[in-house]
């Protein structure tokens, strides 16, 4: 506690501030969760962050999904955590399209002995189109500049009441700044976050809240009632 009081002290800006502070009040994590986002953590893959696992957590808790879809396996860590944490029984079908990852996501899931994770290893958006049915829990975590194309797809496989949270929204405020403050290299994905930013806030078969803790997150749920 000593050791966050001194760190705390040491953010100037208020946002780090709060930021350090929700990240030490960690949401429960498993013995053997925590050794998997060890190892994704040292080997560079970026997963999940605490506040993000506290933010699914709550959400599966309120939503008792049924049927998950995930866009963004990685080595399965925030899909075993969906998996660990939904209140009751639920499947889920993720999608990774880096063969590497999945490979070590197959063994993940094998070693949790997690049946009713299916992984699709592929693009997500050849695979989207195909998929039938409906999914009480879309979480999105891909790659940021796509996250427009797959939008109508997204709307698609939701049930009305069905949530769509998606993940980094805001990189770490970069989406906010000026494009002309943007470097040339991050401009085409900070026009098409925005854009995708807009599209949920107004479409009108959504509820869309954003939240700024953590590097941003976007929760959309489909409107009950509306086409
Ligand atoms: N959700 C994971 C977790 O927290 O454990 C982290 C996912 S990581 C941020 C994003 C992943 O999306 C990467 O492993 C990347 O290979 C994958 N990805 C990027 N573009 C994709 C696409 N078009 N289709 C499928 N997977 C994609």
């Known amino acids: 506690m000593a050791d966050l009081i001194e760190i705390l002290a040491a953010q100037r800006d208020p946002a780090e501030r709060i930021g350090v502070f929700s990240e030490s009040l960690h949401a429960e994590e498993t013995e053997a969760l925590r050794e998997l986002e060890k190892h994704a953590l040292e080997k560079g893959i970026p997963i999940i962050r605490p506040h993000t696992r506290g933010l699914l957590q709550c959400i599966l808790e309120m939503k008792e999904p049924g049927r998950i879809l995930e866009i963004g ?14 209140p009751s029984p639920c499947s889920i079908v993720t999608i990774e399209k880096d063969e590497g990852r999945a490979a070590e996501a197959r063994r993940n899931f094998d070693t949790f002995g997690a049946e009713r994770i299916e992984l699709i290893e592929g693009d997500a ?15 999105l975590d891909a790659a940021k500049g796509q996250y ?3 939008l109508p797809e997204l709307i698609r496989l939701l049930p009305p009441g069905g949530v769509l ?3 980094n929204v805001l990189k770490e405020g970069e989406i906010t700044a000026s494009k002309f403050a943007v470097t040339r290299r991050n401009r085409t994905i900070h026009k098409r976050m925005r854009e995708y930013l807009t599209a949920i806030s107004r479409d009108e078969r959504l509820r869309t809240v954003l939240l700024e803790t953590g590097d ?7 409107r009950r009632g509306v086409q």
């Open 73 to 86: 396996t990685a080595t399965g860590y925030s899909a075993l955590v969906m998996y660990t944490y939904a």
């Open 125 to 139: 958006a050849e695979i989207l189109p195909e998929l039938t049915g409906a999914f009480d829990l879309i979480f």
């Open 148 to 150: 427009i194309r797959y």
């Open 165 to 167: 949270l998606t993940d």
């Open 216 to 222: 941003g997150a976007a929760i959309s749920v489909k």
